[in-house]
Nanobody, 122 residues
Framework: QVQLLESGGGEVQAGGSLRLSCAAS????????MRWFRQAPGKERELVAA???????DYGDSVKGRFTISRDTTKNIVYLEMNSLKPEDTGVYYC????????????????WGSGTQVTVSS
């Protein structure tokens, strides 16, 4: 099992910045990538950013150039630096860890954090 704990959410005015953190614990050797998703009220959950083990980061179109994902593999922490925030960035941000490096039904679907709220006011 992998446990994910997000932090860093809050309320900020448009144009401001926030940094989210997600600390992973447990079977971290099973993690094959770290990802951030978000879900706005009444909308589906969408991928914000992803960074695979030893690979390059990828971003959703709506956040390219404004958000940066990074990992500290020694501490098993992934960060999401969010700049030039817009009201449409408002939502609950979830950390996700696919666990393709381990087999077994417990690892088939990866793990999720409980989310952290980000609110951007205009």
């Amino acid at each position: 099992q992998v446990q994910l704990l997000e932090s860093g959410g809050g309320e900020v005015q448009a144009g401001g910045s926030l940094r989210l953190s997600c600390a992973a614990s447990g079977d971290t050797h099973c993690i094959s990538a770290m990802r951030w998703f978000r879900q706005a009220p009444g909308k589906e959950r969408e991928l914000v950013a992803a960074i695979p083990n030893g690979g390059s980061a990828d971003y959703g179109d709506s956040v390219k150039g404004r958000f940066t994902i990074s990992r500290d593999t020694t501490k098993n922490i992934v960060y999401l630096e969010m700049n030039s925030l817009k009201p449409e960035d408002t939502g609950v941000y979830y950390c996700n860890a696919p666990t393709l490096r381990c087999s077994g039904s417990a690892y088939d679907f990866g793990f999720w954090g409980s989310g952290t709220q980000v609110t951007v006011s205009s």
